[in-house]
């Protein structure tokens, strides 16, 4: 077997092979073109038996990894976080393109779980509305907070709250009063009116769309209480493809929510995972936050460990972790019924 690391760059990429041990076998550079991506396969066809492995930065690899999984190659995605750790064991010491490559393949080669590459499906469409809903709301709360201050200084003690700022009412109610006021601060304010209204406008086209996305893709995760669109577009994008996990517990380590495991002598305990995606993370505890006040399911969890003794904030990352493995059923038994779905239509 014969791992081909890849460093990737916005020009070229850089490949390295290594055997079963991690000796370096050869190295070639191409452009980052579709012809370079040929020239890099035709190059690695003389292992019959490889293995590709990319660190993951899926904006410099994205190409590449789609060229190789549409030529039916194997290709793994290495965290970047691994790398340091691979460039200091080698003997070589530096940075470069070479080296990055090696490390690459030798990462792969000491942690054989890595994920496996797959191609882009829903999911990452659906990442990108849920991103860029997230990136013009940014955007939007920007604007309220400049054009509450400027009101602030027009109609001081009659300024409408901030939080109240989006609304169409409120919006048309301080064009009218902005429409009297002469200077450049009304006029920076009406200007900021007109910015957050067509912004809004974009944001509910957006959650439309989110919406009408989630509803196809993930029905059993919308049935759970407290999983909204917004969240379970979150969660399926933040995912990309739940059946890339092996079991709910290497879901729940990259969710963040399984406790770290601390041994001290004779003594064993866990301590917060702080690492892991925190955004699939702060969904999950959206999801659980909101069954504790509408006292569904999670409610009454959160009330069993309190009487065994539990504060509230270790009842609450306990109630993550069990939402983990619910949302891991959920989102596997949606990707099942939209394979047989498609299985039956490619047999019609």
Known sequence: MVTIGADSHKRTHTLVAVDEVGRKLAERTAPATPDGHLELLRWAEQWP????????????????????????????????????????????????????????????????????????????????????????????????????????????????TRRTLARPRVLAALEQRLAAVEGPVALIAGHLVGQIRQLTATIDELERAIGQRVAVLAPSLLALQGCGPLTAAKLLGETAAIGRFRSAAAFARHNGTAPVPVWSGNTTHVRL???????????????????????????????????????????????????????????RDDEAARAATSALAAAA
């Open 49 to 160: 038996d490889r293995t590709f492995a990319l660190e993951d930065c899926r904006p410099l690899s994205r190409g590449l990894e789609r060229d190789l999984l549409r030529a039916g190659e194997r290709v793994r995605r290495v965290p970047p976080k691994l790398m340091a750790g691979a460039r200091r064991s080698g003997r070589e010491p530096g940075k470069s393109d070479p080296i990055d490559a090696l490390a690459v393949a030798r990462a792969v080669l000491r942690e054989p779980t890595l994920p496996v590459a797959r191609l882009d499906g829903p999911e990452r469409e659906l990442r990108l509305l849920v991103d860029h809903r997230d990136d013009l709301v940014a955007m939007r709360t920007q604007h309220e907070n400049r054009l509450h201050g400027h009101l602030h200084e027009l109609f001081p003690g009659a300024t409408p």
């Open 273 to 331: 995972n702080r690492f892991g995606n925190r955004q699939l993370n702060a969904a999950l505890h959206r999801i659980g936050i909101t069954q504790i006040r509408l006292g569904g399911k999670g409610a009454r969890y959160v009330e069993k460990r309190l009487a065994q003794g539990n504060t509230r904030v270790q009842a609450i990352r306990a109630l993550r972790r069990q939402l983990s493995d619910e949302v891991y059923g959920r989102m």
